[in-house]
């Protein structure tokens, strides 16, 4: 999707009581908890949280971004956000079960936007360790998708993220099918997909590793844009180092990574703030 006009972001990510939103009750949505299997129950809520944790982290976009994520023990059923309802008061029982072709499979009186889908659906279609494809337009995000040069090697950051990232050509909003084969090939067995003049995309094999994943993202272009802005020469990374990344990362998360190291924390905070994504 497109960015719409006005778009205001903030150039810092704290995620602190102020975030905090009393709306996740507003909506009268009833639980879905007992109506549905413990496996979807706690993707629902780590999928929920994932919406208000952009949301904290002032990634979102209003309501024109996306995360997905497959429903467990099925190839073609993801879970979305309903259209219309702000990152913030996203909650685990409001979540659309869609299939591939963004079709609703149970009761919701919200819609999906056809649009949010076209990129996630192309992804998990070919992605099939992909279960949650993450999306955000941030200004980070795009600002750097614009440069020719795309992302630098400046930061320690930067390394996990070169090691595994693609890029696609803007081809206008995602509306079309015959798009998704190019954005399939352009993202490869990457984790990282940079979307020219559009914005950031992940994908991860847990909710939690797609949104750790975006974090690095979002960190390595802001890193960079404040880095060029100092207008003095920049130190790049021996490519070398690069090509270890993975090594590292998992050296330095003892094997267990670093989403499974950092959700379980990002929980609680969010539990701090406003509980309802629980809902």
Not at 15 to 21: C, E, N
Not at 37 to 62: H, I, P
Not at 87 to 106: G, M
Not at 181 to 206: E, F, I, K, Q, S
Request: net charge negative; with cysteine; proline share 5%.
């Amino acid at each position: 999707m497109s960015v719409p006009p006005g778009r205001v972001d903030s150039e810092e990510n704290p995620v602190s009581a102020s975030s905090s939103t009393s709306s996740s009750s507003a909506l009268n949505i009833p639980s879905l908890k007992h109506r549905v299997s413990a496996a979807e129950w706690q993707t629902r809520v780590d999928l929920a949280a994932a919406y208000r944790l952009v949301a904290a982290f002032k990634w979102d976009d209003l309501v024109f971004t996306h995360i997905s994520a497959r429903v467990p023990g099925t190839e073609d059923q993801f879970l979305i956000n309903p259209y219309g309802l702000l990152f913030e008061e996203i909650t685990a029982s409001c979540l659309i079960t869609i299939d591939l072709h963004s079709n609703k499979l149970d009761d919701s009186a919200f819609s999906v936007n056809p649009a949010g889908f076209t990129i996630h659906s192309a992804i998990h279609s070919a992605r099939h360790d992909a279960h949650c494809v993450m999306h955000t337009h941030t200004l980070n995000g795009i600002a750097v998708s614009a440069q020719r040069g795309g992302v630098l090697p400046l930061s320690q950051q930067s390394i996990f993220v070169l090691s595994s990232l693609g890029y696609h050509d803007y081809e206008g909003v995602a509306l079309r099918d015959d798009e998704k084969p190019r954005l399939v090939a352009d993202l490869g067995r990457n984790n990282y997909l940079m979307l020219r003049n559009h914005g950031l995309l992940t994908v991860g094999p847990t909710i939690a590793d797609a949104f750790l994943a975006m974090y690095l993202f979002e960190t390595v272009c802001t890193i960079q844009l404040r880095a060029m802005a100092g207008g003095t020469p920049l130190i790049h990374v021996d490519p070398q180092i690069i090509a270890t990344a993975a090594e590292q990362a998992r050296q330095a998360t003892r094997g267990t990574g670093g989403g499974a190291l950092t959700w379980p924390g990002l929980l609680r905070r969010l539990d701090r703030i406003d509980a309802g994504f629980r809902h």
